[in-house]
């Protein structure tokens, strides 16, 4: 951090006063700057790259993003050694800027019904690449507007007549040097989007562009210079970078909305409004019970998430390490396990974000209060990296497979265990409704147990709406289609679960005796909140009674009195530099009236006293009326 403030040419700047193009400047520059510097420095480890990063682009996307992630990856994991020499040196020293080129118009999830073509000629050793038909055209990649010189393009591969499915190919688009686009392409900008300003998301139509064969990426699939076509080994493993992606976006989910509960609790310390009593001092929001109830629990949320990231990170290199090894055991589990929560951090981030902007009043809709900001830039980690829904529809996949392999007698392992209790009865919801309320309001052991019937609960009741509608001879695709509402309602269940298991998990690793009463309140806080409000499933499967649901509610409101006195410093404790956090209402020193009116002063309106559309339209009209 330190080396980025203390560099004038890093010079904080704020986004909020320029256009479009200004912003994407900014961000090219901050990004070109940031290169040089990372090897000026010999910045390697990735997580000092990481936040190296974060500190020199503050809150701007970053075009070269692409270029960095996906790209890097796909040639790292996806080329012949043969071809890893010849494109990772030119993209490490950036004469090559890349990116992903997978989506289309027409088509983002359902990757088989994407359009364009690569069709192999044998007689000069090149693909033909097209892009068909207007839903064809590569739409979104980021930086594939203007940044990028080259795309690892996602096309159907054709050859002796034959389709063999989506391939990734290498792709020149503009030319090295002049940056133009080369003959055969039509690339450009998409337009301006909710957020992601800095951001040349892009399309990119190809008409009978021609590259050489060996700008497939070959290191599974063959294409033969006569055009025999080779099939990869496995296809599970180019799953790999998507993983990795997804289990990142878990801890992206902890830090946005970490960044929020700041912003949101600091100026709820610092806002004084109305009265309690009559004739008394306004009180600090913060000390309304219903603003408690809006923050703390996202408070509780983000620590939470903050367990489940690093949780994610540790398990992916676990596995892809054994996977490495060749075992490939624990491939499903990671696979859905990633979805899953990625899935579901990213929408209660997402939500979580909104309900601290509102809980800002009338400000937290200025820029200034840096909300707006976070919120449109985070909210696409529900949508890009594999669509919410559909993510937790392959989680719902994974629970229902081992569901059944519980009901045959086979035992399943990892975080579904839970399900092997299903067989022989051992479940009883009654153990968890039987405990005294004043034990289980108190202890997250017992909550997790609870969370654990209600996931159970829910997997089995999909399970069996899935086999109710297969019996009625329903083909296996429409069955699933009329039971997905609840299949989702399933994987959600079994997160909510991982989270709380998680969150109790982390509390046995902390020392500090004072550390661990507060964190204990904010896991307890976590697993309460979540409980009420889906009381529903906890009464519906009998795993509560209305009587504990009851001392749930008081209890949830105990905890936000207890939290209160440690509210703001929980969220300094995440640390964020001011220039990080970019917001007026969330600064540090809480002096924020004063900076509000000198941001405002910034604004370009007031440039001039008088502004020229007076004379223009204002006064004609006057004169007129
Ligand atoms: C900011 C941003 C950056 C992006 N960057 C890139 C990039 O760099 N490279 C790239 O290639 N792409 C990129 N994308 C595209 C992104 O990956 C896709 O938008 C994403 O995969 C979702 O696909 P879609 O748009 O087709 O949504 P759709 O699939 O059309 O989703 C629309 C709705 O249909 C539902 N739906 C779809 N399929 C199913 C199903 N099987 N079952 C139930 N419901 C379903 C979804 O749940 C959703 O509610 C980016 C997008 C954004 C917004
Ligand atoms: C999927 O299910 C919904 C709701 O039951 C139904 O309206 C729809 O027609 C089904 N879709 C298909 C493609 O069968
Ligand atoms: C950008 C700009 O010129 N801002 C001006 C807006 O008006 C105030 C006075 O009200 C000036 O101090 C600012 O410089």
Not at 99 to 109: F, N
Not at 115 to 133: G, K, M, R
Not at 377 to 406: D, H, I
């Amino acid at each position: 951090e330190a080396l980025v403030l203390n560099d004038p040419e890093f010079q904080h700047e704020d986004l909020n006063f320029l256009s479009r193009s200004q912003r994407y400047e900014v961000a090219i520059r901050k990004s070109a700057l940031m290169v040089m510097k990372l090897r000026e420095y010999g910045i390697a480890d990735p997580d000092e790259i990481y936040w190296f990063k974060r500190m020199c682009l503050g809150s701007c996307v970053e075009p070269l993003g692409l270029h960095f992630s996906m790209f890097t990856n796909a040639l790292q994991n996806q080329c012949t050694v043969t071809q890893q020499d010849k494109w990772l040196p030119l993209t490490y020293g950036l004469q090559i800027i890349g990116t992903y080129a997978q989506t289309e118009m027409g088509h983002g999830t359902h990757l088989r019904g994407l359009e364009t073509t690569a069709t192999y000629d044998p007689a000069t050793q090149e693909f033909i690449l097209n892009s068909p038909t207007v839903t064809s055209i590569k739409w979104w990649p980021g930086g594939l507007g203007k940044t990028s010189n080259y795309a690892i393009v996602l096309a159907q591969l054709y050859t002796q007549g034959q389709c063999k499915g989506l391939h990734a190919f290498i792709v020149p688009i503009r030319q090295m040097g002049t940056h133009e686009p080369l003959p055969g392409i039509t690339v450009g900008d998409i337009g301006p989007k909710f957020g992601y300003d800095e951001m040349d998301n892009g399309y990119l139509k190809m008409d009978n562009f021609r590259i050489p064969r060996e700008n497939m990426l070959m290191k599974y699939a063959k294409v033969e210079p006569d055009g025999t076509y080779v099939k990869p080994l496995s296809d599970k493993l180019t799953y790999g970078t998507m993983v990795f992606i997804r289990s990142l976006i878990v801890g992206d989910s902890a830090r946005s909305l970490c960044r929020a509960c700041t912003i949101a609790i600091r100026y709820s310390s610092v806002r004084h409004q109305s009265e309690l009593t009559p004739g008394e001092p306004e009180p600090q929001i913060l000390d309304y019970q219903t603003q408690q109830y809006k923050l703390f629990p996202l408070l509780a949320t983000a620590y939470a998430f903050h367990c489940v990231g690093a949780y994610m990170k540790k398990t992916y290199h676990r596995i892809t390490g054994d996977i490495n090894q060749g075992n490939l055991r624990e491939l499903p589990e990671l696979h859905a396990l990633s979805a899953g929560l990625k899935a579901f951090t990213s929408w209660t981030a997402n939500a979580g974000i909104e309900e601290c902007r509102m809980a800002c009043g009338g400000h937290g809709y200025s820029r200034c209060s840096g909300l707006p900001d976070i919120y449109v830039t985070f909210t696409p980690s529900c949508t890009y990296e594999g669509e919410n829904t559909v993510m937790m529809l392959q989680t719902a996949r994974f629970l229902v497979k081992s569901y059944t392999q519980v009901s045959s007698g086979q035992l399943v392992s990892g975080m579904v265990s839970y399900l092997n209790d299903l067989s022989g009865q051992r479940i009883q919801p009654q153990q968890v409704a039987a405990r005294p309320t004043a034990v289980l309001i108190n202890d997250p052991a017992s909550l997790v147990e609870a969370y654990k019937l209600r996931a159970s609960r829910l997997v089995e009741a999909a399970a069996k709406n899935l086999q109710a509608e297969l019996t009625r001879r329903k083909s296996q695709e429409d069955s699933w289609n009329r039971t997905s509402v609840d299949l989702v309602r399933a994987s959600e269940a079994h997160c909510h679960y991982v989270v709380v298991k998680l969150f109790t998990a982390q509390l046995s690793e902390i020392n500090d005796a004072a550390v661990h009463a507060v964190m204990s309140n904010l896991c307890l806080l976590y697993a309460l909140y979540g409980i009420s409000k889906h009381t529903g499933d906890f009464l519906q499967a009998g795993i509560l009674t209305n009587a504990q649901v009851t001392q749930v509610y008081q209890r949830v409101k105990e905890l936000l009195a207890a939290i209160r006195p440690n509210a703001v410093a929980l969220v300094d404790a995440f640390d964020f530099h001011d220039n990080h956090l970019g917001s007026v209402l969330g600064r540090y020193d809480g002096n924020i009236y004063e900076n509000m009116f000198e941001w405002a002063k910034k604004s370009p309106l007031n440039k001039t006293e008088v502004h020229e559309s007076f004379h223009k339209h204002l006064k004609p009209m006057q004169a007129k009326l």
